[in-house]
Every structure is written in C-alpha cells, then in structure tokens.
C-alpha cells in the first residue's frame, strides 16, 4: 500500500469475499466494504442452473435477475430488475444444434 507525505493511505484496499455451495457453484460475493458494502447472492436449481442472482449495494438499492430454463438446461427467459429503470426481459430461442439464435429484449 503507498502512502501520502501525511502517513495517509492513497487508496483503500479493495476485499471481495465469495462463498460456494458443496457443488462448486458460486453462492454470494460480497465487497468491496468502501463506501457501502456491496453484497450478491445466487441460487441454483438441482440440475445447476442459476435460477436468481440478487445484487444488494446497500441503501435498499438491489438489482435481480430471474432465470428460466427449457428441457435442455438453456436460459430462455432472463428477466432484469435493474435499481434504476424499468424490468427488462430477454426471451432466448435456440435451434436444434442448440445454438443461440434469437435474443429479443422487452
């Protein structure tokens, strides 16, 4: 860490915690602690899909993800709560090789 003429730190050091579920997924993160702690969770179903992602920046901001998956385990709907503006919806169409072929935002 470097410090100004005054022994006062230049930056404040940046920490991020992260915390996994016994199958590996990633459960929550939280930081960096300056200026509010930021803290984001995710939820997974059996199969290992994410199924909710929650961002917590503190002062009752959040922002959420919704998840939803067809019979071959591909997002077809992601749905986006952002802190600021309006929800927006991702509706996902593949073809029979499983390829991404349509992306329409709502």
């Known amino acids: 860490m470097e410090y100004n003429r005054k022994g006062k730190p230049l930056a404040e050091p940046v920490m991020s915690m992260f915390s996994y579920e016994a199958s590996g997924e990633q ?4 930081g960096p602690q300056t200026p509010y702690p930021t803290i984001e969770t995710f939820n997974y179903d ?3 899909n994410r199924q909710d992602y929650v961002r917590d920046i503190g002062l009752g901001y959040t922002h959420s ?3 939803t998956t067809n ?3 591909q997002y077809t709907q992601i749905t986006t709560d952002p802190i600021l503006g309006s929800i927006v919806t991702d ?3 593949y073809d029979l090789a499983g390829n991404l072929i349509v ?4």
């Open 65 to 67: 993800e919704t998840y």
């Open 91 to 93: 509706s996902l169409q």
């Open 71 to 73: 019979d071959f385990n």
């Open 27 to 30: 459960q929550s993160q939280s």
């Open 103 to 106: 992306d329409k935002n709502t």
């Open 46 to 48: 059996d199969l290992g």
